[in-house]
């Protein structure tokens, strides 16, 4: 487990059902993955890859398929996958904990049953590539002398992983990042235009949100939130190695619904662990600039735990705490 991580003492499923006509023969129907989003976009992008890794070296005897739920930032979807059965499973993210946390839904990752971390791709600041910044900390030493000087892009929404990123290096730096100037954009290609076109300073988005831009040299990506640098990009810098103690992988996982048989939560792990082995996962991972992180469901468990309290503190420090 990486270093960053808090050491916790792993925590057995509580409340798991006993009933035995639901487990003796499971799995016995089709297995459905739920993108709480439409078609397109990261997680509706991960069930997919869920579905084919699954197929793909034959893993599972049943079919699998992938069902859209999208709305009101994946609370349509999970609320959908507690009224079903353990042959569902639906892909999550921080936001499930984020906005519980800002009191923008009553759903909890205490809600659901963990069953794995898959992958995580990695935020970063960027800026255009004509201004002086040679890194994040020239941003962020502006940012400490005068914190309106400099206008930050953000997208889908405060709150959201690319901004808490933010504020935690900012945090980090001894900025109060309530004084900050942050403009809200509705997607990381908005951003970009608002970027390229003048309209922001500095914006901050995925790693791959930046690499086209990158690669032609029209954007500077200054500062990533990994713990070493990236082999696809091994000259941009991390916040750690330039003081800031913040590490913030933008993850992805997958949970069932609540009250999940032992039995059933063992099937599935035996499936996610030999799933992340297959040529064909690691392919979709190399192909999508994303980073494997995978954890069984009890080292998911301690994880959820961990970035509760984690998000918990990043919230209060943005101002944005109910």
Known sequence: MKKWMLACTLVVLVGCSTNVESTADFPNRTVEIIAPATPGGGWDMTARSIQRSLVSDGLLEE???????????????????????????????????????????????EDFTPLAMLSTEWLAIASRSDTSFENGADVMQQLKENPTSLTIGVSPSLGSGNHLAFVQAAVAYGIDPTELQFLVYSSGGDIMNALLGGHI??????????????????????????????????????????????????????????????????????????????EEWNTILENNDLDAFYMNSHETIAFMEEQATFFEEIIVDSGLAP
Do not use: C
């Not at 992938?66 to 079903?84: A, H, I, R, S, T």
């Not at 995925?206 to 000259?235: C, H, K, M, N, W």
């Open 201 to 278: 300073d500095i914006a901050t988005n995925s790693v791959s949100g930046f690499a086209e831009q990158y690669e032609v040299g029209e954007v500077s990506i200054l500062a990533i939130t990994s713990e070493e640098r990236l082999d696809a990009f091994p000259d941009v810098p991390t916040w750690t190695e330039m003081g800031a103690e913040m590490v913030f992988p933008h993850w992805r996982g997958i949970m069932g619904p609540s009250e999940m048989a032992e039995e059933e939560v063992a099937q599935w792990d035996e499936w996610l662990s030999s799933m992340v082995e297959t």
């Open 63 to 109: 079919s699998v398929t992938v069902l859209n739920k999208p709305g009101g930032g994946g609370e349509v979807g999970w609320q959908y996958l507690n009224q079903q059965n353990s042959h569902y499973a639906a892909v999550n993210s921080s936001l499930l904990i984020t906005s519980n946390l800002l009191g923008q839904s009553d759903l909890s990752y």
